[in-house]
Structure formats: structure tokens, C-alpha cells
């Protein structure tokens, strides 16, 4: 039985994780962090309302006793200059692993990062290089087990629609052709994400980098 903190379920991907963990035999509890309550009641569920992601070091206390963090919070590039993104990608981030670490290194780190992703962290696209220093810093912090997840295409399932108005439109005009691209070995699903993420609990032999595919093969 596992105890999990889960970040950005509010989010397309963060809600599927959500949903796998609270139908998963596996997981005992589920610590939900967010600036608003989720409005969502479950036995498992525990809630921690933090209204500045830099400060998770100011609540340590409510952080222990967990088994793995599934960070799944995001946010779009989109008109966002590289400053204000690397606050709310690596910043956030960096507060959450170094608190996690300091109470818990034998904790299991899974980070939804994106296809794409640059190690390098000097190539062209923004995004990509905040991304990369984002999985450098958690790969090198010291945890037992992190796992960046790059998933690429991702369909929605069991009722979850993402706050991105153009990507629910997409969705929407693909739905009817959801069960024939749900076959391609390249596209996920946030119900697959979800239970990769709980099964790499168990053990992994994909690397510590997960595309599209390992993702369903874990899934």
C-alpha cells in the first residue's frame, strides 16, 4: 500500500492521475496540493491549500510520512517570457523537490515534463531548455527513484476536458477517431499516464525517461 502527494489536479493530466489513484487498489492515501479546494470527496483524499509554491518549505510537517510525489502541474508557454516561466516550472519545482528530499530521499519523484524536452538545456525552444533544467536538477537531487514523463499526444478519458480552450476544440473534432488513434503506440491516454505512474512504483526497466510509449507499456 502507497501514500502519494499529487500536484496540478486540477489539470488535464493531474485529474487522470487523480482518478487512477483513487480507484487503485494499491494506493492507501492521497495528499492533493493546490491554491483552492478540488471540491472532490473521497476516503483516500487529504488536501494541503498552499498559495505559494515557492514555500513548501514552510509546511514540511504535512509533507511526511508519503511513499512518492506525482508532480504533474504545468503551465503553457504561450506569451510567457523565459524569467516568468522558469518560476512557475523549475522555481516551483525546485521548492517542492528540495523539501521532499530533505524529509524523505527514498521517496519515488515522478515529473510530467513533455515530448521534446531539452537535456541540453541550450537549444533553441524555451520551453524545452526550462523543461531540461527542470529534469536535471530532480534527476541529479539524489531521490531513490525520479522519473521524467514526456508524454506527447494525450486523449482525455472518463470525463476530463483540459483548461486549454483550442485543445478541447482539437479533442472534440477527433472523439469520433478517439478508438482507432487510441491504438497508435505514440498517443496516451491520462488514464494511462495515471496507472504508469502508479505502477513505476513497482519497479521500471523503461530509463528514467518515459515517452508515449514506455508510458503504455508501464500502463
Same mark, same amino acid.
Given at each position: 500500500m502507497k501514500k502519494v502527494i499529487i500536484t496540478g489536479s486540477t489539470g488535464m493530466v493531474g485529474k487522470g492521475v487523480l482518478y487512477e489513484?483513487? +480507484?487503485h487498489p494499491e494506493i492507501e492515501k492521497i495528499l492533493l496540493v493546490n491554491r483552492? =479546494? $478540488? &471540491? #472532490?470527496? *473521497?476516503?483516500? $483524499? +487529504? +488536501?494541503l491549500l498552499l498559495k505559494d509554491f515557492t514555500q513548501f518549505s514552510k509546511v514540511p510537517e504535512q509533507l511526511k510520512g508519503y511513499d512518492a510525489c506525482f508532480h504533474c502541474m &504545468? #503551465?503553457?508557454a504561450v506569451g510567457m517570457d523565459e524569467a516568468?516561466?522558469?518560476?512557475l516550472t523549475f522555481d516551483i519545482t525546485k521548492s517542492l523537490?528540495? =523539501? $521532499? @528530499? +530533505?524529509i524523505n530521499p527514498n521517496m519515488t519523484f515522478n515529473y510530467v515534463s513533455g515530448a521534446g524536452t531539452d537535456s541540453s538545456e541550450k537549444g533553441r525552444v524555451m520551453w524545452a531548455r526550462v523543461k531540461g533544467k527542470t529534469e536535471n536538477y530532480l534527476l541529479n537531487k539524489g @531521490?531513490? *527513484?525520479a522519473y521524467m514523463f514526456r508524454p506527447g499526444f494525450i486523449i482525455p478519458e472518463k470525463g476530463i476536458k483540459s483548461r486549454t480552450g483550442w485543445l478541447n476544440t $482539437?479533442? =472534440?473534432i477527433l472523439k469520433p477517431f478517439h478508438s482507432v488513434i487510441k491504438k497508435s503506440k505514440s498517443v496516451t491516454s491520462t488514464t494511462k499516464i495515471g496507472l504508469a505512474m502508479i505502477n513505476i512504483l513497482n519497479g521500471n526497466d523503461e530509463g528514467n525517461y518515459l515517452s508515449n510509449v514506455d508510458i503504455n507499456s508501464l500502463a
Open positions: 489513484c483513487m +480507484e483552492s =479546494t $478540488l &471540491g #472532490v470527496q *473521497h476516503p483516500k $483524499l +487529504e +488536501e &504545468g #503551465v503553457s516568468n516561466y522558469s518560476k523537490a528540495d =523539501t $521532499l @528530499f +530533505e @531521490f531513490k *527513484h $482539437l479533442y =472534440t
